[in-house]
DNA sequence: ATTAAAGTTTACTTTTTTGTACATTATAAT
DNA sequence: ATTATAATGTACAAAAAAGTAAACTTTAAT
């Protein structure tokens, strides 16, 4: 299990957009130079975070990109979902079933049950927080230089439990 | 995040030769039969799961292929990474850095932090549980025709829980 | 009105993953 | 020894994911 291209950088994108100040929005040349992805790249990941309505766009000279919502209402397991699929889905089973209509493990499939188990943990693990936590974590651990990481995990452990 | 057919099906095969009762283990037309795959997709799937080690072929006539250690000793975390490698490793700032030879993100990383979060919780779901608690699951299960699943996820955690 | 800077769309290329084909090697049974 | 059945290795083909290129549309500034 991996996370995906489109999961890393469409996350990155949206971390970028959400922390930008300015009213207008950060532009593809922004982001690609930020992120040190090529343009078209960018524009690319961009129109799939607008398709599925994360990212408003405003058009013409001076437009770019703005969260459709607030962070607070973004929860990243779902931005995640959108980008990368998830672990188990009801219709997992249509999907590996070899060389025949229905999957040969119909009844009791032991492996469907393990999957199933792994995406409870993920969404356990992932419960409640928000792309705001996220930002706000970065901007908490950016004070000072010592146990950065420690800091943000505390920030975001918080942010969950409050909910 | 996916599951993918490497895994999916590495799993499927190793489930299938544990549970063959068979001395000199299963055949892959035996394999292509039961689990509906090609025997040419049979053969490369089996071959990645004896060159890491997880089972052991006998050639010739009437041969087949056996687990390399007891099922006991296997544990499904183990599997699952070398078949689909980690959503986490230490490495993984490596992966995607887009034009750049060091990941823009170096320091603090809220997404690393993220990813790093996703992994602790899938290996603390799949902890202790081994080849032999899903042989053993499945063959409890598949007494009763109620409450499969239901059995199964129980045989799972009573498994877990000793460990 | 024209221009420049931005998003949008479509098509393409490259890389990775998935799956196939077939010739080769090994061994038990005859 | 020969044959049948099984694994092994190598090369290839197809599909999916990742990334690029370029023509087109929109809008603010001049």
Chains 1, 2 share one sequence.
Not at 135 to 142: P, R, V, Y
């Amino acid at each position: 299990m991996k996370i995906s291209a489109q999961e890393e950088y469409g996350l990155r994108c949206m971390i970028a957009i959400a922390s930008s100040k300015k009213d207008n929005g950060l532009s593809i040349p922004e982001i690609s130079k930020m992120e040190r992805l090529s343009e078209p790249h960018v524009a690319k990941i961009l129109s799939i975070l607008r398709k599925t309505g994360y990212i408003k766009s405003i058009r013409g000279q001076g437009g770019g990109y703005i969260l459709a919502r607030s962070p607070e209402a973004i929860l990243i397991s779902d931005l995640l979902s959108s980008l990368g699929g998830r672990v188990f889905t009801p219709e997992f089973c249509d999907r590996f079933n070899g060389h025949t209509e229905e999957c040969v493990h119909k009844g009791v499939c032991p492996i469907n049950i393990l999957w199933e188990k792994i995406q409870i943990a993920i969404d356990r693990a992932l419960h409640g927080i928000t792309l705001s936590d996220i930002i706000k974590g970065l901007n908490n651990a950016g004070d000072k230089n010592s146990n950065q990481k420690h800091l943000f995990m505390q920030n975001i452990a918080n942010a969950q439990v409050k909910r």
